[in-house]
């Protein structure tokens, strides 16, 4: 069973900041456009961001100026710095790998004070 570790999830004041990580097996990472998506209680889970193997990079409109994406190809890692958060970025987030293909297991991330 493929595996993508998800981390830094966490509660934070509005305007506060997290940065997500996401750890994907290597032929993983290698291989597919890595993202991340995220679900708030009762809503559909939605893109956030994602980067193909290219570099270039998605980030959902709610998301610009805010949020950024960036890998590290030597440690396997998809990362989502999360900036001027505010509490309807309230949900938890998940690392896909694919479009969908594969998924984490999810991090809760709470924006309020």
């Known amino acids: 069973q493929v595996q993508l570790v998800e981390s830094g999830g966490d509660l934070v004041q509005p305007g506060g900041s997290l940065r997500l990580a996401c750890v994907a097996p290597r032929t993983i990472f290698s291989n597919h456009v890595m993202g991340w998506y995220r679900q708030a209680p009762g809503k559909l889970r939605e893109l956030v961001a994602s980067m193909d193997g290219g570099g270039s990079a998605f980030v959902g409109d709610f998301a610009l100026g805010r949020f950024t994406i960036s890998e590290d190809n030597a440690k396997n890692t998809v990362y989502l710095q999360m900036n001027s958060l505010k509490p309807d970025d309230t949900a938890v987030y998940y690392c896909?790998?694919?479009?969908?293909?594969?998924w984490g297991q999810g991090t809760q991330v709470t924006v309020s004070s």
């Open positions: 896909s790998a694919g479009y969908g293909a594969y």
